[in-house]
T-cell receptor
Framework: DAGITQSPRYKITETGRQVTLMCHQT?????MFWYRQDLGHGLRLIYY???????DKGEVPDGYVVSRSKTENFPLTLESATRSQTSVYFC????????????FGPGTRLTVT | TQLLEQSPQFLSIQEGENLTVYCNSS?????LQWYRQEPGEGPVLLVT?????EVKKLKRLTFQFGDARKDSSLHITAAQPGDTGLYLC???????????FGPGTRLSVLP
């Protein structure tokens, strides 16, 4: 199916474990983003990527690592999960259509115990 | 850090009423987007406004971008229960490389 997909949709992990959240888009959009959404904080940008092999930090990058070897994939890794990383994570891609527009995946709900 | 504020935070109205939600910043944005998010789903793009003073209509929804490109409003005419959701505004402050989101307005339309 065309669009942007995330996996897994739900994940429970323990403190200290490494976790990778996957994001795949079929539009070949250059820009991709990772956000976390928490009550009281709204959507906050973790990392973004302008193209394959080009990534940059957003507002809250600490504790996260990203890579982008292919245009269509943008995985997010929590190297050593902490309880404060319990959140809903959204991946997005964007395209220029008069202005840049973002299209979001369905989200991954991550719980760190 | 550029910030976007949204008001009101919460709004509960009866079906058929009109409403306006606001998105304000002290910063200038190259464009601004409005999204609606339903529980358990990702935000869905409603509109992008680019030009200061621009007005866009999407059925019963009217979006306006402020002349100085620092603020925006969303007006819904004759609200319906299907309009219920979290409305988010987002400003593009680096030509597609960095979006700032407001905290959202949670709208509930009662039948």
């Amino acid at each position: 199916d065309a669009g942007i997909t995330q996996s897994p949709r739900y994940k429970i992990t323990e403190t200290g474990r490494q976790v990778t959240l996957m994001c795949h888009q079929t539009w070949s959009h250059s820009y991709m983003f990772w956000y976390r959404q928490d009550l009281g904080h709204g959507l906050r940008l973790i990392y973004y990527s302008a193209a394959a092999d080009i990534t940059d930090k957003g507002e809250v990058p600490d504790g996260y690592v990203v890579s982008r070897s292919k245009t269509e994939n943008f995985p997010l890794t929590l190297e050593s999960a902490t309880r404060s990383q319990t959140s809903v994570y959204f991946c997005a891609s964007s395209v220029f259509q008069g202005g840049y527009e973002q299209y979001f995946g369905p989200g991954t709900r991550l719980t760190v115990t | 850090t550029q910030l976007l504020e949204q008001s009101p935070q919460f709004l509960s109205i009866q079906e058929g009423e009109n409403l306006t939600v606001y998105c304000n910043s002290s910063s200038v944005f190259s464009s601004l987007q409005w999204y609606r998010q339903e529980p358990g789903e990702g935000p869905v793009l409603l509109v992008t406004v680019v030009t200061g003073g621009e007005v866009k209509k999407l059925k019963r929804l009217t979006f306006q971008f402020g002349d100085a490109r620092k603020d925006s409003s969303l007006h819904i005419t004759a609200a319906q229960p299907g309009d219920t959701g979290l409305y988010l505004c987002a400003g593009d402050n680096n030509y597609g490389q960095n979006f700032v989101f407001g905290p959202g307005t949670r709208l509930s339309v009662l039948p």
